[in-house]
């Protein structure tokens, strides 16, 4: 389990087909920085999950993998989502400071014969600690307007009390102050 979390720490850094090989070949199914989904779920659960990993110190999404009999299952996907979808999807759950990468893997070929001719997306969620906590912005399916969402285990959950205090302590530590934003945005007008 320790060097596949290794793995996956330097597939986070670094996304590669290798890397994301290497990360289905030996999955030990998801972790609070991991998540694996068939197929993309609504836009506004994915709004929630954005905010929930941001909020927890980032983490990836890989769409493509399934659960079947408590294992996981390489599928693939048969459509990709188009990035700009995505994006325009989800803007309205999420603050603008959230950033988040969508990466696409096509496999044709590789010495792992259980993703040839298979397609995966990879959700990566940056961990931006100066900006948290990230609140979500309107209501949807799964998702309430001004909740703070974050990674339990293996669950997108409304943080309580105390999880928001270690959210406010991890910003804190960053020694960020939004106080030169408003001085700058003063100045420019």
């Known amino acids: 389990m320790k060097s596949f979390k290794e793995k996956f720490s330097r597939f986070f850094e670094q996304p590669t087909r290798k890397g994301l090989r290497e990360i289905l070949r ?41 659960e079947k009999n408590n294992s996981l299952y390489n599928k693939g996907l048969e459509n990709m989502l188009d990035k700009s979808t995505f994006h325009n999807g989800v803007e309205k759950y999420i603050p603008q400071k959230l950033n988040y990468e969508i990466i696409n893997f096509n496999y044709e070929d590789s010495d792992y014969s259980e993703i040839i001719g298979k397609s995966f997306q990879v959700l990566v969620i940056e961990d931006t600690p100066q900006y948290i906590p990230f609140i979500s912005q309107n209501d949807g399916d799964g998702i309430k307007k001004n909740n703070i969402y974050i990674r339990k285990g293996t669950k997108s959950l409304k943080a309580s009390y105390e999880d928001l205090q270690k959210i406010i302590n991890k910003k804190i530590e960053t020694n960020y102050s939004t106080d030169s934003e408003i001085k700058l945005e003063e100045h420019l007008s």
Do not use: Q, R, T
């Open 26 to 66: 030996e999955n030990y199914g998801e972790l609070d920085s991991l998540d694996f989904k068939g197929d993309w779920p609504s836009l506004s659960k994915m709004g929630k999950h954005l905010l929930a990993f941001a909020n927890s110190g980032g983490g990836c999404i890989i769409v493509g993998v399934m």
